[in-house]
């Protein structure tokens, strides 16, 4: 374990992969140009033995407020199950004064029809407010971040890892090009970050959508559908009528009562 930055003396290159809490990146903020923000939705992340073979949600509404699941299988007998609540519903819930172990039965109960008789296993979850971590400046004298303590991607697009894995294949793909390592590592800042910027931004999209969710289960439920599969910007009308026409026909037949209703005669 590195405890402080001091013991990372005498190598020539040091690949910052230490994670969200990132050592090295906290001890030179301001020249990385690290900026830390939070999202205002609630989450926790949990483990349960039901089986979910797709990754899929469940949103639920309580008489205290509205509740959504992700949850995805991450081994043959075991998935991710991640629920988030606006801070509305979290206050209402009392859940700063719960235990891990009454937040956890809450949850339960509030998602019982979803976990058909399962339950949730907790790792120390806590409920947490999701961290944007991004830096302006990739690199800085002989250190480089990668991975999570360079970017944090949030859950709704899930590519928190293939993210890390990719920075580190450019990483090495930038310092094999360049004979000299300030220029590979200038030549990995600018070739990978514009690819990480648009994947931050579509999470970042995706993210709000997420915070507004309670009023987005107002919508009936095609055009609550609509919405959530068109949260990031990345999926237009002409792509949803390509991949899924049953579907954009429903849709777009229900709408077509509501548009005309509003149309002046
Ligand atoms: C509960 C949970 C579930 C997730 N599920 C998914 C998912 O399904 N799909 C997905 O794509 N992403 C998921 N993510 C996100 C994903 O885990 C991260 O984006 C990914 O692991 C980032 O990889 P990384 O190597 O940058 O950091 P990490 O995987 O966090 O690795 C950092 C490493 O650095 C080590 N370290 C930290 N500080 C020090 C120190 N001072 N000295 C020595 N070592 C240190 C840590 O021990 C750790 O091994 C999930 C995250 C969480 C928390």
Not at 12 to 40: H, K, P
Not at 167 to 175: E, M, N, Y
Not at 182 to 200: D, H, N, T
Not at 206 to 224: N, R
């Amino acid at each position: 374990m590195i405890a402080s930055v001091d013991q990372l003396t005498g190598y020539d290159l040091i690949v910052a992969a230490d994670g969200l809490n990132s050592l090295v990146r906290r001890s030179f903020e301001g020249d990385f140009g690290t900026s830390l923000s939070y999202s205002a939705n609630k989450f926790a992340w949990y483990g349960t033995t039901k089986r979910f073979e797709t990754l899929s949600q469940t949103f639920v509404k309580t008489d205290l407020g509205s509740f959504n699941a992700h949850h995805y299988r991450y081994s043959p007998d075991m998935s991710t199950f991640l629920v988030e609540c606006d801070p509305a519903t979290w206050q209402r819930y009392g859940f700063a004064e719960k235990t891990i172990d009454e937040s956890k039965a809450i949850c339960e109960s509030v998602f019982a029809a979803t976990l058909e008789g399962h339950s949730l296993v907790s790792n120390k979850s806590m409920w947490r407010n999701f961290p944007w971590i991004w830096n302006e400046h990739w690199s800085f004298r002989n250190m480089v971040l990668i991975g999570d303590a360079l970017h944090s991607a949030h859950f709704s697009i899930g590519s928190g890892t293939r993210l890390a894995i990719e920075d580190a294949i450019a990483l090495t793909k930038a310092l094999e090009a360049e004979r000299d390592l300030s220029a590979g590592l200038r030549q990995y800042q600018s070739e990978r970050k514009p690819i990480v910027k648009k994947l931050v931004t579509a999470a970042r999209t995706s993210a709000e959508w997420y915070e507004k969710f309670p009023e987005h289960m107002k919508l009936g439920l095609l055009e609550f559908a609509y919405s959530y599969i068109t949260r990031s910007g990345r999926i237009d009308d002409a792509r949803l009528r390509a991949m899924s026409p049953a579907f954009m026909a429903r849709y777009e037949t229900t709408k077509r009562p509501l548009q005309q209703s509003g149309s002046k005669p």
